[in-house]
């Protein structure tokens, strides 16, 4: 078989991956435009008449407060965990410290302990701190869940910066603040993109200390998504619609920073 022909066959094999895989996404935005009859129907159909009644229905329901706050906690979270996670890469990276290596596995093995093994504790401080249902408190919570990867990916990345321009910055008097923010910073703007992008999806789609921690005023959105499912039976349109109202922020967010995702991703892939 020619190599011509076997790049068409592994092209329409990643076609059919990619189909695969946009195929459940494809029929949720598609239930979420059909009427609760129209959608609950099996077969589903595909030439029922769309409508936005599922999508009107979501926002009229209180939406807003929980969106609000999975916005305030991830933005939060992701901008507290740049500013702690950058110093503390540059410092492993490119000024190291003794057995920082130590320090590394330290901050992955943090990441090893399942998190249901936390929740109690955590719950119990927050009880007995007045914190439940504070949204400040799930933004810190975020944080120290977020912290260990972030440095450990800006570690990575910081150490593809040229130690001469470093050097030169120091010679030419500047600063630490001054190299970290004129220098380090424009040069692993994509890794730190990457990097911002991977805590704020993984605050945003946070949900057991959500669920456990919050209540009626620091609800998010995948909370208040879970409430749709009640006793009274399951609105698949109105579900699907939340869904996909709940999926956008992190799917723009995914498409704006895609050019420096790829190159924080590979940063350092290539010698």
Sequence with gaps: MSAKWITRGWGALAWFCGLVFF???????????????????????????????????FFDSGAWPPLINSF????????????????????????????????????????????VAALLPIYLFAQFSGMLDNISFLTLLYCSMNLPIAVWLMRSFLAEVPKEILEAA???????????RRVVAPIAMPGIAATALICFIFSWNELLFARVLTGVVAGTAPVYLTGFVTSQGLFLAKVCAAAVV??????????????????GLSLGAVK
């Design 170 to 180: 120091s010679i030419d008097g500047a600063g630490l603040l001054t190299i970290l």
């Design 246 to 263: 709940v999926s956008l922020p992190v799917l723009i967010a995914g498409f704006a920073a895609q050019d420096k995702l790829v190159q």
């Design 72 to 115: 305030s906690a991830s933005i939060g979270s992701t901008v507290i965990v740049l500013l702690l996670a950058i110093p503390a890469a540059y410092a492993l990276s490119i000024k190291p410290v003794e057995k920082w290596t130590d320090v590394l596995f330290f901050f992955l093995s943090t990441k090893m302990m399942p998190v």
């Design 23 to 57: 195929a459940p996404v494809a029929w949720m935005v598609l239930t979420s435009l059909h009427s609760e009859s129209d959608a609950a129907t099996n077969p589903p159909s595909l030439t029922a008449p769309l409508t936005f009644d599922g999508y009107a229905e």
